[in-house]
């Protein structure tokens, strides 16, 4: 059997190895994912025989037919007031950028022009030079927020070369990791179970802003990019958690430092074990405000309290009353309508 270069691995081997990185092989489609640290121990010697599905259910309505609308679906969300519910994670003068909702793999987004046109061709050379000045800014945003190892960046134009929407010219950032959904794995049994879209949608949103947000001219921007508002509910959704004195209270804020993605910042300053990030709690409009990210933890006994800061749970309805600024009260009915869109902030 060949080996591997560099790694004295044969290519069986590695792709056995590659299988246990994050699933174990009895799992099914519906089984959630092994909590890490819980998977159990990898034999190599040990033959894999079945082959697993590379589960992608959430592309299912896609493929199936299921999702087709009037009009061009990029226009149609462009169209729009309400970003967070679009997947838009930027607004430009001439383009935008979307998380798609049926991705191949985490973090698969597209940078599309606000033009209505088919190809490079006809589309304005202002344009042109805007979408790809986009991809720095956006392969520093998801390289930051999901770690990934490298990308697939490409655009197919027309209907023949594969385009899903052919009518309306769009570029493909897909993220990719050492063994993640290439032939390797999916030959070694590995399934594919992504974090949930709102949790992604939120994660780079916050790293998008960061970096496109200082180099544009029109930039409403009044905070430092690398700040991030924090709105941590417990498991009922019934309190959220404080800061400051009794005379003033706000919503946590904590600074990112310069490699460390806002949401995990957030959870630096939370110190809280067993805290998820469960979606976006910023502006509704992209490009309209400063980050703000919606957290859930189960159990507010695991909250330590903070010696440097005053930190206290308070009643949702209680909170409304007690927060400063206008502006928290909004973080607060956004970060909600993401956890929970059945209380009332109001």
């Not at 074990?273 to 490009?287: F, I, K, M, Q, S």
Request: hydrophobic fraction near 40%.
């Amino acid at each position: 059997m060949e080996a591997i270069h560099g790694s004295g691995l044969t290519r069986s081997e590695k792709a056995r190895r590659l299988r246990r990185r994050c699933y174990d092989r009895g799992m099914t489609p519906t089984d959630p994912p092994v909590p890490e640290g819980t998977q159990p121990a990898f034999d190599p010697d040990v033959p894999s025989t079945d082959h697993q599905r590379l589960w992608t259910p959430w592309r299912m309505r896609y493929v199936g037919g299921g999702t087709k609308e009037s009009g061009c679906v990029f226009c149609s969300r462009l169209a729009g007031d309400d970003d967070v519910d679009a997947l838009i994670l930027h607004r430009g003068p001439r383009t935008f950028l979307i998380l798609n909702r049926y991705p191949y793999n985490t973090g698969h987004l597209m940078a599309i022009p606000n033009d209505h046109v088919p190809d490079f061709e006809t589309l304005d050379p202002s344009a042109v030079t805007e979408l790809a000045g986009l991809l720095p800014g956006v392969t520093r945003a998801l390289r930051r927020a999901l770690g990934c190892d490298g990308f697939n960046i490409g655009v197919n134009v027309g209907a023949v070369a594969g385009a899903g929407v052919a009518a309306h010219l769009h570029q493909h950032v897909v993220p990719r990791w050492l063994g993640d959904a290439n032939f390797m794995p999916i030959l070694a049994s590995t399934m594919v179970l992504p974090e949930l879209i709102p949790v992604t949608y939120a994660k780079l949103r916050a790293e998008v802003e960061r970096e496109l947000s200082t180099t544009r001219d029109d930039n409403p921007r009044s905070t430092d990019p690398a700040n991030v508002q924090i709105c941590l509910f417990d498991a009922d959704h019934t309190q959220v958690l404080l800061a400051g004195s009794s005379a003033r209270r706000h919503l946590p804020v904590t600074t990112a430092e310069v490699d460390e993605p806002l949401w995990r910042a957030a959870l630096r300053t939370l110190d809280a074990p067993g805290a998820e990030l469960a979606g976006w709690a910023g502006h509704r409009r992209a490009n309209g405000g400063p980050s703000a990210l919606a957290f859930r933890v189960a159990d507010r006994a695991t909250l330590p309290e903070a010696a440097h800061v005053q930190r206290q749970w308070v009643p949702i309805g209680t909170a409304q009353e007690l927060l400063a600024s206008e502006s928290d009260r909004v973080v607060l009915r956004n970060a909600l309508a993401q956890v929970d869109p059945s209380i009332d902030a109001v």
